[in-house]
């Protein structure tokens, strides 16, 4: 009789920790891979809603300036990133980190101390970088009347 991974009369630790290694295989590389496939078919099937919804309502229109205008709707507008807002997220999220490694381990301080300091970088930056154009034409301003 075969035992597990064909060898015969293996003991149960030695079973126990190849099952270990085996699934901690498994988790690492087929659960990223599966979170990607899921979310690139849900934003494929959102976005081919989008597209027939606008043919359905395209058939329905007669004046093709609207046909343009609602074309235009399609486009993706980007809007700049916000450093100061993603900064304090990922600050929070690494102050988070270091409370949990109060409870657990000194090594998850570390990686929120990391993390939070990133984060203060954030900040810095959308400070350093403004994006809103007011914002942009003040930093000018104060530059000049120096």
């Known amino acids: 009789m075969m035992d597990f991974m064909g060898v015969n009369g293996a003991d149960p630790e030695a079973?126990?920790?190849?099952?270990?290694?085996?699934?901690?295989?498994?988790?690492?590389?087929?659960?990223?891979?599966?979170i990607v496939w899921i979310?690139?078919?849900?934003?494929?099937?959102?976005?081919?809603?989008?597209?027939?919804?606008?043919?359905?309502?395209?058939?329905?229109?007669?004046?093709?300036?609207?046909?343009?205008?609602?074309?235009?709707?399609?486009?993706?507008?980007?809007t700049p990133t916000d450093y100061r807002r993603s900064g304090i997220i990922t600050h929070g999220a690494g102050l988070g980190l270091v409370t949990l490694g109060m409870v657990m381990t000194k090594f998850i301080i570390g990686i929120g101390g990391l993390v939070s300091f990133i984060g203060a970088g954030q900040v810095l930056a959308g400070y350093l970088y403004p994006i809103e154009s007011e914002e942009i034409n003040k930093a000018v301003e104060d530059f000049e009347s120096q």
């Open 15 to 34: 079973q126990l920790a190849l099952w270990l290694v085996f699934g901690n295989v498994a988790i690492l590389f087929v659960m990223p891979l599966m």
């Open 39 to 78: 979310t690139s078919y849900y934003s494929g099937k959102d976005k081919n809603n989008r597209y027939q919804a606008v043919i359905a309502v395209a058939s329905n229109l007669k004046n093709p300036s609207e046909i343009s205008s609602l074309l235009n709707c399609l486009n993706d507008k980007k």
